[in-house]
């Protein structure tokens, strides 16, 4: 499959339903050298959004938390929808996108939860976090140039999307 051979030319896999910093975490790696599927590679967009860890044994962050930011966050840069049908893409064809997984964060979180070589990480992380991240997978990152930035998407964003966050919000995972 062309998305698994994608996913094989990285070191890391780097996977989020969106709005939950990876970009920022991508970045750090990137810029230190680990390949990873940022931003700047060709694919990225292509495999950071999954729904199913189809590598096994990969090395994978998977990013998930804070759904009702994630959302506005996604929905303010206009990417909403395109991470949505991200999310989709290995959706079995033969199930209805369940009522209380819209979006499909339950299944694409059961789907890399207890997987092996997987590090969850849950957004908002802190710089601790993310040390013991990269500790998890021995990588050797200066901690001083790991700066966590404030969430840029206002408190005041209206949405378009408030029946989908009160599903996610009232979810524990």
Same mark, same amino acid.
């Given at each position: 499959?062309?998305?698994?051979?994608?996913?094989?030319?990285?070191?890391?896999?780097?996977?989020?339903?969106?709005?939950?910093?990876? +970009?920022?975490?991508?970045?750090?790696?990137?810029?230190?050298?680990? +390949?990873?599927?940022?931003?700047?590679?060709?694919?990225?967009?292509?495999?950071?959004?999954?729904?199913?860890?189809?590598?096994?044994?990969?090395?994978?962050?998977?990013?998930?938390?804070?759904?009702?930011?994630?959302?506005?966050?996604?929905?303010?840069?206009?990417?909403?929808?395109?991470?949505?049908?991200?999310?989709?893409?290995?959706?079995?064809?033969?199930?209805?996108?369940?009522?209380?997984?819209?979006?499909?964060?339950?299944?694409?979180?059961?789907?890399?939860? +207890?997987?092996? +070589?997987?590090?969850?990480?849950?957004?908002?992380?802190?710089?601790?976090?993310?040390?013991?991240?990269?500790?998890?997978?021995?990588?050797?990152?200066?901690?001083?140039?790991?700066?966590?930035?404030?969430?840029?998407?206002?408190?005041?964003?209206?949405?378009?999307?408030?029946?989908?966050?009160?599903?996610?919000?009232?979810?524990?995972?």
């Amino acid at each position: 499959m062309e998305l698994q051979k994608s996913i094989n030319n990285f070191d890391i896999w780097i996977v989020s339903c969106g709005g939950v910093g990876s +970009n920022y975490i991508c970045d750090l790696l990137y810029d230190n050298d680990i +390949n990873v599927n940022c931003r700047r590679t060709s694919g990225h967009g292509e495999i950071t959004h999954l729904c199913d860890k189809i590598v096994p044994d990969k090395k994978c962050i998977y990013i998930y938390g804070d759904y009702e930011w994630a959302i506005k966050s996604q929905e303010r840069r206009k990417l909403l929808n395109i991470n949505k049908n991200k999310l989709r893409k290995l959706y079995p064809e033969n199930l209805n996108i369940p009522d209380d997984d819209p979006l499909l964060y339950k299944y694409q979180y059961n789907n890399f939860k +207890n997987k092996s +070589n997987t590090y969850m990480i849950e957004y908002p992380y802190t710089k601790e976090d993310i040390i013991k991240c990269f500790k998890f997978f021995n990588l050797n990152i200066d901690e001083d140039k790991i700066v966590i930035k404030k969430r840029e998407t206002d408190k005041n964003f209206k949405t378009k999307y408030q029946k989908e966050i009160d599903i996610y919000k009232n979810h524990s995972f």
